[in-house]
């Protein structure tokens, strides 16, 4: 096992290279929205705000489409997958720099993350019995079998975003070593498309795997108007 | 590679802070925009529904004036038909008795009319006649017609009433008993002592009589006696004749 290096020490936490890039990634989002967002008009919404409006509603309308009535619910935890992962993709384009999602320590947080929200959301949606009743269901012999899925759906999300981006990295790091300059571009837009469809692939995931923990209760209905308290 | 786990676990913590980040910058800005503009759209649409139902509801009321101004129009217009018949009915009544009266005026003025016009021409009819009558006796006068004349008023002296020589005596006694005879030609010595005589019987007084010749008379005589006069000529018959002519008209 390869340890990452450490760039500098915060009292006794080691940071690495992935969380200095992961911070710059939360600086620009967050001084971003903020700049995007101080002067939203009502009634005369510029072209910005139009775009950043529309992708708003695009990605509360995904979810609407998975689980009606919860885009509100989902919208900052999905969107906010779905962006950070699609920049932090993209961020290896960056000369000097690496996707902090080629990084195992990273995707392994945020399918921890997505595995701690189904269960979170489920537990709101339907109640703790209920919702833990589901994996004795339809047999509690099926238990271990639901346990082992909720594992290796996890696993499989850490490893396959990781997987791919690493991968990525270093089949362009390759076809750069061997063709040169000659396909910087295609590598570069295959780069792009990639990244964009591995982001969209975990945060839709993430997405159903919430929406089957949050129906997993047997009085839980999601086709029912408003959230659950 | 390894999974670093401080790495690890400042990813967790840096992914919460950045939905917590991006929940209070990015999305619940927007969502609150897009919240206020579905708000005044629905506002806008309440408003148009509102304006909507106030319009229907004006253009109802305005249906109904216009209907009860129909109504009232039609009352009116029936009330002053009846108003007009009755004023016409009065007002032909009224022409109908105006023109019977200028009716009956000008009846009564074409009946006045044709009598004065019917009367005129009666008194030309009687001059015409007067004067063809004239003419012929003018050509019929003569002495021997005067003589017969003379005879006939002594005899009509004669047969004169009692009251009307009464009157001529009184006039007679007035005129210091002076006699006036005016003949048409010259009478002969013995019809004056016949006529003197005459007189002086009838009116029983002896009258001093002069002697006159008009030959207006045509024939006959005219015996004035003060006030009054006793005729027998053509002239004076004749216009005796027209006088009762125009007065028998």
Redesign the interface.
């Known amino acids: 096992?390869?340890?990452?290096p450490v760039l500098f020490y915060l009292g006794p936490?080691?940071?690495?290279a992935?969380?200095v890039t992961?911070?710059g990634?939360?600086l620009i989002?967050?001084l971003g929205?903020?700049l995007?967002?101080r002067g939203?008009?009502?009634?005369r919404?510029g072209l910005v705000?139009t775009a950043?409006?529309g992708g708003?509603?695009a990605v509360e309308a995904a979810i609407e489409a998975v689980l009606p009535g919860r885009g509100?619910l989902l919208?900052?935890?999905i969107?906010?997958l779905w962006?950070?992962i699609a920049l932090a993709n993209l961020t290896g384009l960056v000369p000097g720099l690496h996707a902090?999602t080629g990084?195992?320590?990273?995707t392994?947080?945020?399918a921890?993350?997505v595995f701690l929200s189904v269960h979170w959301f489920g537990i709101r949606a339907t109640g703790l019995g209920p919702y833990l009743r589901h994996y004795l269901a339809p047999s509690p012999l099926l238990l271990p079998f639901h346990l082992l899925g909720e594992l290796s759906r996890t696993l499989a999300l850490a490893v396959r975003l990781?997987g791919n981006i690493?991968s990525l990295e270093m089949a362009a790091l390759l076809v750069l070593l061997v063709a040169g300059l000659l396909v910087p571009i295609p590598v570069l837009m295959l780069h792009i498309i990639e990244a964009l469809v591995q982001a969209y692939i975990f945060g839709t995931l993430a997405l159903i795997y919430i929406a089957g923990g949050m129906q997993s209760g047997p009085d839980s209905s999601f086709h029912r108007s408003g959230p659950s308290p | 590679m390894a999974i670093d786990w401080t790495t690890f676990a400042l990813e967790v913590v840096n992914f919460l802070v950045l939905v917590w980040l991006l929940q209070r910058f990015l999305y619940r800005p927007v969502r609150e925009v897009l919240a206020r503009r579905q708000a005044g759209v629905t506002r806008t649409l309440e408003e148009a529904r509102q304006a909507e139902t106030a319009a229907a509801e004006l253009q109802a009321q305005f249906e109904r004036r216009l209907a009860d101004w129909e109504a009232e129009k039609a009352h009116l217009r029936a009330g002053l038909q009846a108003e007009l018949e009755a004023e016409r009915g009065r007002q032909l009544q009224a022409l109908t008795q105006t023109l019977a009266a200028e009716r009956e005026r000008q009846q009564a003025q074409e009946a006045h009319r044709q009598d004065q016009q019917r009367h005129e021409l009666e008194g030309q009819a009687i001059q015409v006649a007067r004067g063809f009558a004239t003419r012929l006796l003018s050509r019929l006068a003569g002495p021997e017609l005067e003589r017969r004349l003379i005879d006939v008023f002594i005899e009509d002296l004669a047969h004169l009433p009692q009251e009307r020589l009464a009157e001529l005596d009184a006039a007679a006694l007035g005129e210091e008993r002076r006699v006036l005879i005016t003949s048409a030609f010259p009478v002969a010595e013995v019809q004056r002592q016949r006529i003197a005589a005459a007189l002086n019987a009838r009116l029983g007084r002896s009258l001093a009589l002069s002697w006159a010749e008009d030959a207006e008379l045509l024939a006959g005589l005219r015996v004035a006696l003060g006030p009054w006069q006793l005729d027998l000529s053509l002239a004076d018959e004749l216009d005796g004749f027209a006088q009762a002519g125009n007065h028998g008209g």
């Not at chain 1, 096992?1 to 990452?4: R, T, Y």
């Not at chain 1, 936490?13 to 690495?16: N, S």
């Open positions: 096992m390869e340890s990452l936490l080691g940071i690495t992935t969380v992961t911070w990634l939360l989002l967050a929205s903020w995007v967002t939203l008009s009502r009634d919404p705000q950043l409006e708003v509603q509100s919208l900052p935890f969107g906010t962006l950070f902090p990084n195992l320590s990273t392994a947080a945020l921890l993350l990781f690493m």
